[in-house]
């Protein structure tokens, strides 16, 4: 600062004595970013200090220095790329949040390719979630790479792309209901051919969400042309229709079939699903009852209880009872056309 000299009428600096000077030349060498890094033993960040896009001087701790971030992840993120993902500012605000969602992602030591990767997602991605879902599915084949060269023909290829939009709409499709959980490690991932999975990701996708509200009016235009003549309540059994593609698709789930089974059939009302369910326990899939509309005449068409089990005597009883009940016929299986709806 500036002091004006009234005498001479002129600006000149204070008098600052050359023992203060000294002390400030000291402690600047005593606690640079720098040294502060090398005492850490962050050596690789240390050396890399140049590319912070800037820097609080007045830290005295590796953690001040990135904006808060603790040492447990600076030391994870301790090498040339990690350096170069810590070096901007947008980045640093993005893992502390991404750590701040529980995430587990630097809670190992990562390589160089992880962390080009890292930075790739955090300007790709603005969902944590999706972040974390995405890079621990690459970290494996990630930990295997050396330069980065590789990680940029990995991130473009197109493969990658798919893989990656693959697993954040399965991500989101879980967490509507663990139950898909299982479904999709098993029917999307484990049961279908590669160049497949993608296409049945989007389209369930689209169906629990995109169309949700569309589909949803169908299905309650369908219900509305059968009536209430299917549904009954007694001796602590409840049959009813599903009244959403939700609690369908979670029932098909549940019994180990395709999500949308039977879900055009029923729009167009050539089907009817009966959920037989136990009225103490009304959300707990039980026995589904399949019936098809053939020439005015309505025939059961399957029923099924979970992985196919074997039906106990009382359990068919209350099957043939209820069919018996409305006039729903029990012969053999019919050889019929049908559209089972476009995932399957």
């Avoid at 301790?78 to 750590?99: E, F, T, V």
């Avoid at 049959?239 to 729009?267: A, F, G, Q, R, S």
């Amino acid at each position: 600062m500036l002091h004006l000299n009234t005498e001479k009428n002129e600006w000149k600096p204070p008098q600052v004595s050359e023992q203060i000077i000294k002390r400030c030349i000291e402690e600047m060498r005593k606690n640079t970013p720098k040294e502060i890094l090398y005492k850490a033993g962050l050596d690789e960040l240390a050396n890399n200090i140049y590319l912070m896009d800037e820097i609080n001087l007045l830290s005295d701790t590796p953690s001040d220095l990135y904006d808060g971030i603790n040492i447990e992840i600076l030391n994870n993120l301790n090498c040339k790329k990690g350096a170069l993902l810590l070096s901007s500012k947008n980045n640093r605000i993005a893992i502390k949040q991404i750590n701040k969602h529980s995430s587990k992602i630097f809670q190992k030591k990562l390589n160089d390719a992880q962390c080009q990767f890292i930075a790739y997602l955090i300007n790709t991605y603005f969902i944590c979630e999706d972040i974390e879902n995405v890079f621990f599915s690459f970290s494996e084949k990630l930990s295997q790479l050396w330069n980065e060269e590789q990680v940029d023909i990995l991130i473009n290829q197109k493969d990658t792309k798919d893989k990656m939009e693959f697993v954040i709409i399965c991500a989101k499709i879980e967490k509507t209901d663990v139950i898909y959980k299982k479904y999709l490690k098993r029917a999307l991932i484990g049961y279908c051919r590669p160049e497949l999975k993608l296409e049945r990701a989007k389209e369930l996708n689209k169906i629990l969400f995109e169309d949700k509200e569309k589909i949803n009016k169908k299905i309650e235009q369908s219900n509305k042309m059968r009536g209430n003549k299917w549904y009954e309540e007694c001796n602590g059994i409840t049959i009813e229709y599903p009244k959403t593609v939700d609690e369908l698709c979670k029932n098909n789930v549940y019994m180990d079939d395709e999500p949308t089974l039977y879900l055009n059939n029923i729009i167009d009302c050539k089907m009817t699903i009966l959920f037989m369910r136990r009225s103490d326990n009304i959300e707990q899939p039980y026995i589904t009852i399949v019936v098809c509309n053939r020439e005015n005449r309505y025939v059961l068409f399957e029923t099924y209880g979970k992985n196919n089990r074997k039906f106990t005597e009382q359990e068919m009883k209350l099957i043939n009872d209820y069919c018996d009940r409305h006039g729903i016929l029990r012969n053999n299986y019919l050889q019929m056309e049908y559209n089972f709806g476009g995932i399957r």
